[in-house]
T-cell receptor, first 111, second 114 residues
Framework: QKEVEQNSGPLSVPEGAIASLNCTYSDRVSQSFFWYRQYSGKSPELIMSIYSNGDKEDGRFTAQLNKASQYVSLLIRDSQPSDSATYLCAVKGGSARQLTFGSGTQLTVLP | EAQVTQNPRYLITVTGKKLTVTCSQNMNHEYMSWYRQDPGLGLRQIYYSMNVEVTDKGDVPEGYKVSRKEKRNFPLILESPSPNQTSLYFC?????????????FGNGTRLTVT
């Protein structure tokens, strides 16, 4: 079983819709959770981090964490074509030394 | 400009010919790491370093070496490259592995081993 799992997609949503990206993790003592965005041919960039159960909002992005269910999600409201990218979920485990990435979900926002 | 610089961006080599991919950061970061990215497998950590002279294995260290003699530099060495090391490589750095410390990535090195 992979430590961090994401639906690889591709996920397509129309412009203006809400895109929902999901991630599950296997290490129950994981403490920190991150979402990175990676445009094709580019390096990943951090867009959200979350550490406590519940929701965290930043502009059009909302990260949701449920540690009991070992589940973290990213919602993108009012999706734009410029949001088309691969979104990587990353989890920092109990050792606090390693960050484990999921394989990413490819999102396409259709104009 | 704060950045992580990797060189070269593209490299084509033959099996067994030693190579080094350089990585340098100008942000005085303590933590540096190497990842490889393959289709369907995401980013997998090769090696990481918490500080000068402190390095440790990640998830896929076989066939790779690293060194951290200076805080700013963290080269990745392939002593005898093989075709299964064909991949996209990223170097990254951060202040440390605190939860609020984002990873800054280099632009990547696309390596092809024939």
């Amino acid at each position: 079983q992979k430590e961090v799992e994401q639906n690889s997609g591709p996920l397509s949503v129309p412009e203006g819709a809400i895109a929902s990206l999901n991630c599950t993790y296997s290490d129950r003592v994981s403490q920190s959770f991150f979402w990175y965005r990676q445009y094709s041919g580019k390096s990943p960039e951090l867009i959200m981090s979350i550490y406590s159960n519940g929701d965290k909002e930043d502009g059009r992005f909302t990260a949701q964490l449920n540690k009991a269910s070992q589940y973290v999600s990213l919602l993108i409201r009012d999706s734009q074509p410029s949001d088309s990218a691969t979104y990587l979920c990353a989890v920092k485990g109990g050792s606090a030394r390693q960050l484990t990435f999921g394989s990413g979900t490819q999102l396409t926002v259709l104009p | 400009e704060a950045q992580v610089t990797q060189n070269p961006r593209y490299l084509i080599t033959v099996t067994g010919k030693k190579l080094t991919v350089t990585c340098s950061q100008n942000m005085n970061h303590e933590y540096m790491s190497w990842y490889r990215q393959d289709p369907g497998l995401g980013l997998r950590q090769i090696y990481y370093s918490m500080n000068v002279e402190v390095t440790d294995k990640g998830d896929v260290p076989e066939g790779y070496k690293v060194s951290r003699k200076e805080k700013r530099n963290f080269p990745l060495i392939l002593e005898s490259p093989s075709p299964n090391q064909t991949s996209l490589y990223f170097c990254a750095s951060s202040w440390g592995m605190r939860g609020d410390s984002p990873l800054h990535f280099g632009n990547g090195t696309r390596l092809t081993v024939t």
